[in-house]
Nanobody, 121 residues
Framework: QVQLVESGGGSVQAGGSLRLSCATS?????MGWFRQAPGKEREGVAA???????TYADSVKGRFTISKDNAKNTLYLQMNSLKPEDTAMYYC??????????????????WGQGTQVTVSS
């Protein structure tokens, strides 16, 4: 059974940093992070594939970094220079076979339960 378990969320002031982690139970070709703020659609933040290729939403480029530790089966999202508009529930997502540079929800089959990130001004 596939499991994706996020951790690392919390409350931070603007300009601060957080690192999200996603522990996984399987092998996936693509993994990513999405976020959803209240009243808004879930949007893609970043993704990475097994070849190390990454893609980022324009809103987080230069501030967020996605990475994987294959030995630990763990996905990370390092978030720096956080802004109040980054406040959202952050979800880990995974796909066994495909990669796309487009951060669309339907590109990912498996999802975690989410971890809350709150950035205050």
């Amino acid at each position: 059974q596939v499991q994706l378990v996020e951790s690392g969320g919390g409350s931070v002031q603007a300009g601060g940093s957080l690192r999200l982690s996603c522990a996984t139970s399987g092998d996936f070709y693509s993994m990513g992070w999405f976020r959803q703020a209240p009243g808004k659609e879930r949007e893609g933040v970043a993704a990475i594939n097994s070849d190390g290729i990454t893609t980022y939403a324009d809103s987080v480029k230069g501030r967020f970094t996605i990475s994987k530790d294959n030995a630990k089966n763990t996905l990370y999202l390092q978030m720096n220079s956080l802004k109040p508009e980054d406040t959202a529930m952050y979800y880990c997502a995974a796909e066994r076979w495909r990669w796309s540079s487009h951060l669309f929800r339907y590109n990912f089959e498996y999802w975690g339960q989410g971890t809350q990130v709150t950035v205050s001004s």
